[in-house]
């Protein structure tokens, strides 16, 4: 079957198909046959979900034209590392905004893991003091663009808000059918599927990519920013703008769309003891390694579903890993207790 999103430019950024494991250690111990999809695996800096995103929005880029990319996130922002990694690839400029949206005072934060990756790769750094005002975040985006373009730069803005085409939920409609191929060659027939939810670019994309196969699979999402009801409307938002841009027939209701908060507390960017707990039962049980914001949360939501007894002995379920590992380093009470 021809992908839903082959007519759109596109580059390629990243190390695809990415790997499909079992998690032999944790599917013992729970007696579920428990999978990892390792976007973590995807290159590009350190890899993670964003590169599949920036294949489409950076073709849309170089399709208008653009020499500059402009994009905003958090201090610890994935999107904003792996867009200066892609920048750089590609031979274009880069200026990134840097929001205040996770109030932590320790020095590491603002300085190591994506932050200190973001700098060593050269990128021009500004500065936007609030966390929670997505437009305001993206209107200093458009305000520094018309600057560029004065001084005669051809400026593309990746935006953050809901408010815009979402050409990243692209790379995880391919990202879905990419998976659907690997479980169909492996034979294996998942009872749910495992992801983050925040953007709602991969979460969005994801689950469109897994019903134009034909599949009912429940996509779980767990929540890291926002709860549940206003996490569901604003997927529902992106998932019928990703349709509209398709122009495909599908149409997917809102009680399809499985958003859960159960982690997300003490808060975007905040780990609470269960997500602590989530990183540290993932590392030393797979050495496979979680970040605080994302992937740690998910997989947190996970494990509560297998001691619950969520799953029968003989099901399958999968986990999307979509990296960030390289905050873990910008986190370091983590691990403060096993340095005395």
Not at 142 to 169: C, D, M, W
Not at 228 to 235: N, T
Not at 254 to 270: E, F, H, N, R, V
Request: hydrophobic share 40%; aromatic share 6%; charged share 20%.
């Amino acid at each position: 079957m021809a992908s839903l999103v082959k007519d759109f430019p596109r580059v390629h950024l990243g190390h695809t198909p990415t790997p499909l494991e079992l998690l032999k250690n944790i599917s013992a111990e729970f007696g579920t046959n428990v999978w990892i999809k390792r976007d973590d695996c995807t290159g590009l800096a350190f890899g993670g979900n964003k590169t599949r995103q920036l294949d489409f929005y950076i073709g849309q880029a170089l399709h208008e034209g653009a020499d500059t990319l402009l994009t905003t996130g958090a201090v610890q922002s994935n999107h904003v590392r792996t867009t200066v990694a892609a920048a750089r690839k590609l031979g274009l400029e880069v200026e990134v905004q840097l929001e205040h949206r996770v109030d932590r005072d320790q020095p590491e934060y603002h300085n190591s893991g994506n932050p200190y990756l973001v700098r060593l790769m050269g990128a021009r750094i500004n500065y936007y003091p609030v966390g929670e005002d997505e437009d305001g975040a993206d209107k200093a985006l458009e305000v520094r663009a018309a600057e560029l373009a004065a001084q005669g730069r051809k400026p593309f803005v990746i935006p953050l808000s809901n408010a815009h085409t979402p050409y990243g939920a692209l790379g995880y409609v391919e990202g879905a059918e990419e998976l659907m191929a690997q479980l169909q060659a492996l034979q294996v027939q998942p009872a749910r599927f495992i992801v983050p939810t925040g953007s709602a670019s991969t979460h969005s994309g994801f689950l469109l990519g897994v019903r134009s196969c034909g599949s009912d699979i429940p996509v779980h999402g767990v929540c890291v920013r926002r709860d549940s009801a206003s996490q569901v409307q604003r997927v529902s938002k992106k998932l019928n703008s990703v349709i509209d841009a398709i122009g495909c027939a599908i149409r997917i209701p809102d009680s399809d769309i499985i958003c859960d908060d159960s982690q997300l507390a003490p808060g975007y960017g905040q780990p609470s003891d269960a997500t602590v707990a989530a990183i540290k039962h993932m590392a030393r049980n797979e050495g496979i390694l979680l970040d605080p914001t994302y992937s740690g949360k998910t997989f947190a939501a996970l494990l509560e579903m297998l001691r619950s007894g969520d799953f029968a002995a003989d099901q399958h379920v999968v986990f999307l890993h979509t990296g960030g590992a390289v905050s873990l380093f910008g986190y370091p009470e983590l691990v403060a207790e096993e340095a005395h």
